[in-house]
């Protein structure tokens, strides 16, 4: 029997489709408009209004790169919001200062260093040679921050005047290396973390061997940081015109001068002459106002971002678009994983993928290979290397250039180069190789009462991480270990014209300072990227009439749209990058170590990596 319907239900079941339907229409719509929007503010050109007499502000979010990681988008959220810090591509400050030199409307450069995390030491020095040459144009540069951490004050001493906070002060800190150390922990667990190493110096294994640094990487340790100091105190005496001396005692005399001053930071950093004045914000401001004019808007100095200034000079600064004889540059930054990687991390198939591109494009007559790597997959580094080699074979040049770190895997793909550059500072050597293979089978029949048992018909069928590592397995992995060494040093004899027993003298995974290399002969010339392209340039043929073009991978779209934002959403901010608690640095570092050993995958377990980090 039917029923029949309701005729007010229907009715109301009408209205509530009807209001349905307009909610949804108006949701999409404003979704629609709301990406527009973003893609308009993301992609706009507009150039900014810079006033007749404006300042250029450079100042570096968190720490300086050679080239940006590629992040997901929860990561980008973590740095836009200050939860892990911030990168800024060395590129675009370098190039940003250099075009403001003969830019008549910049009458000042203010360094703004407030955010600034941090670099290695050549990443400061490319600065360091930019503002140095903004001088020139008889321009005035003003450093200003709350307070001056040892990288910030490197470039602050660049500059013609340095004001620091009322309550502000400079820590010269020196340059350390500590590192966790795991094995009493590690013994505590019951873990069994089998070691496979090649070369008395490898350290990059010690802490899940030792519960400290062992005398031999002490020694070598020493040595390179002393070097990498000693290069800082000259530098900045000679830019701030006073003497390394000085800055020495600085450095060891803080507690007293502070002491001196009656906790006055800010009073022992201008008695001392590291700063020249000490202002608030506010005086800071009005400062900067009366060198540049006030802008009757923000009722701050008139001002221009590096990042919004960038902009304004030639939008093809990476040479992508470059026609003719070109210089091709492939950055290779970050730990050598096998397969594919992001930009950031260097990849076996991906890293030869650019240089491949680069070997078949016949515009591009030379080829430099720039290494910012502590090393990683020796699998992978071999790929690398045989690309370049191929390069090679085929005509083209193919030169090496250090960046702040080319050690272990790092030298490894810088082999097959027709010269090999590095920068004093470039921390690099590491010539060594091991392998490690964690088991947990312990703790897991000690404490949860599970053990593992099962057949096989050949021994590597039961190797697996909850059973004991079979001896015979273990043997065949230091032989890999062992074989492996032996091809890292006929790589660098062959590359550097030495005898295997030469090499291994100052091999046995040992780091050295650039200039320490550059006297052993590892590396070639000492000099920055601009020199290497040069010298691949030359060596070419070409003359002075060609184009540099950076080769990278392009970038997805909805990765570019989000980098963009983010990057708005940071310079749309006058925020500081706040310091991590102690607490949270530790768990950090030990959340850090763990994810670089898992994400490790060279399919014979060797690597040649050192215990630098990159940045």
Known sequence: MATATNPFKQFFRGIWGAVDTTRRFTINLLFLVIVVVLLAAVFSSDEPEIADTTALVVAPQGILVEQLTAKTFEQLLDEASGEAPPETLLKDVVDAIEAATDDDRIQVLVLNLSSFSGARLTKLQDVGRAITHFKTSGKKVVAMADEYAQDAYYLAAHADEIITHKMGLVVLEGYGRYRMYYKEGIDKLGLDVHIFKVGTYKSAVEPYLLNGMSDYAREANEEWLGDLWQIYLDEVAVARGTTSERLHEYAHEFPRLVAEANGDTAKATLDFGLADQALTRVEMREYLISLVGEDEETHSYNQVAFSEYLKTIDEDRFGREARGDKVGVIVARGTILDGTQPAGTIGGDSTAALIRQARH??????????????????????????????????????????????????????????????????????????????????????????RVDGVSTAPLAGVRPDRELPAEVGEVIQDIIENGYRDFLQRVADSRGMTTEEVDQVAQGRVWSGMDAFELGLVDQLGDLDGAVAAAAELAGLGDDYAVSFIEKEQKFKDRIMRELMAKAVDSTDQNVSSASTLERTLRQIEKSAREFGSLNDPNHAYALSNIETD
Request: charged letters at 20%; glycine letters at 12%.
């Open 361 to 450: 494009d016949e515009n591009v007559k030379a080829i430099v290979l720039r290494v910012d790597s502590g090393g990683g997959s020796a699998f992978a580094s071999e790929v690398i290397r045989r690309e370049c080699e191929k390069a090679r074979a085929e005509g083209k040049p193919v030169i090496a250039s250090m960046g702040s770190v080319a050690a272990s895997g790092g030298f490894w793909i810088s082999t097959s180069s027709d010269q090999i550059w590095a920068h004093p500072s470039t921390i690099t050597g590491s010539i060594g190789i091991y392998g490690m293979i964690p088991t947990y089978q312990r703790p897991l029949a000690e404490h949860l009462g599970i």
